[in-house]
Nanobody, 121 residues
C-alpha cells in the first residue's frame, strides 16, 4: 500500500560525502513530517533530522553543520546530504514519514528498510 525506499548508501572514505534519498510511493493522500534515523551496530536507533511538509528542519546536535535534510514534496522524496563523514557515522540509515492514505483520516508512521552507510579507509 505504502512503501518507503531508501537509496544512496555505500562505502565512503572518512571526510567524504554521501546523499541519501527516500521515496514514498503508494496510494498517498498527503505526507506530513519526514525524517532520517540511524542505527549503528550494538546501539539503539537514533534520530538524525526531521523536516516538516513546509520545510522546517530540526537536527540532533551532533549532526548540525555536517548533515542537511531536504525534501521534494512533488516527488514524495526526502534527502539527507552528509558531509565530513566519520567512521562513527557508520550505520544503517532509515527513512520515516507520517503518511495519510486515501481511505483513512489519520496519519500513520511508516519506515523504510534502511540503507547501509560505511565510513572507512
Amino acid at each position: 500500500q505504502v512503501q518507503l525506499v531508501e537509496s544512496g548508501g555505500g562505502l565512503v572514505q572518512p571526510g567524504g560525502s554521501l546523499r541519501l534519498s527516500c521515496a514514498a510511493s503508494g496510494r498517498i493522500w498527503s505526507i506530513n513530517g519526514m525524517g532520517w534515523y540511524r542505527q549503528a551496530p550494538g546501539k539503539q536507533r537514533e534520530l538524525v533530522a526531521l523536516i516538516t511538509n513546509g520545510g522546517d528542519t530540526n537536527y540532533e546536535d551532533s549532526f548540525k553543520g555536517r548533515f542537511t535534510i531536504s525534501r521534494d514534496n512533488a516527488k514524495n522524496t526526502v534527502y539527507l546530504h552528509m558531509n565530513s563523514l566519520k567512521p562513527e557515522d557508520t550505520a544503517v540509515y532509515y527513512c520515516n514519514a507520517d503518511i495519510r492514505v486515501y481511505w483513512r483520516d489519520n496519519y500513520v508512521s511508516y519506515w523504510g528498510r534502511g540503507t547501509q552507510v560505511t565510513v572507512s579507509s
